[in-house]
């Protein structure tokens, strides 16, 4: 149990360096953020880097988000997403990781993002997998980016 809690400990850690860097536009939510290691989206590995996440510009439908590279040159990819809320009382972006199975080598993989300056935010949809567990799970650390 104690190496457990130790590895835990050790992953929020590791969790809360990820995302040094982040800001938020109010309209499509845009979120810069650097992963220090590889991290899965659902459908996608995105190795260690710099990522934009934002919404679709579009205001018929709010849960599109679209992951750009650093620079925005180039669309990685588009996801359906269902909208969450959260008590968020530092009103800075965040991100939620499941590093429950990364004991076993597997990557941590970005199970909600929240936005900046609200409770909003938004769950990523993977096959066969339930958010609602990880929010109450001791085993899912937010990974919040600095300010």
């Known amino acids: 149990m104690q190496k457990r809690n130790i590895a835990l400990v050790a992953a929020l850690l ?10 938020a536009d109010d309209w499509n939510k845009k979120t810069v953020v650097t ?15 710099t990522y934009v996440f934002k919404l679709l510009n579009t205001s018929s439908n709010r849960f599109i988000v679209q992951v750009w590279d650093q620079d925005e040159m180039h ?19 965040y991100f939620l990781l499941d590093v429950s199975q990364t004991d076993e080598g597997y990557r ?39 300010q």
């Open 14 to 23: 590791l969790l809360l360096s990820l995302s040094p860097g982040a800001k």
């Open 75 to 93: 669309l990685i990819t588009t996801l359906m997403t269902v909208g969450h809320s959260y008590p968020n009382p530092s009103g800075h972006s």
């Open 108 to 146: 941590p993989a970005v199970v909600s993002w929240f936005f900046a300056g609200s409770d909003e935010g938004r769950d990523f949809i993977y096959p066969g997998y339930s958010t609602t567990r990880m929010i109450e799970s001791p085993e899912s650390f937010p990974s919040q980016p600095q």
């Open 35 to 49: 992963f220090d290691q590889d991290v899965d989206i659902p459908g996608w590995v995105l190795p260690a880097g």
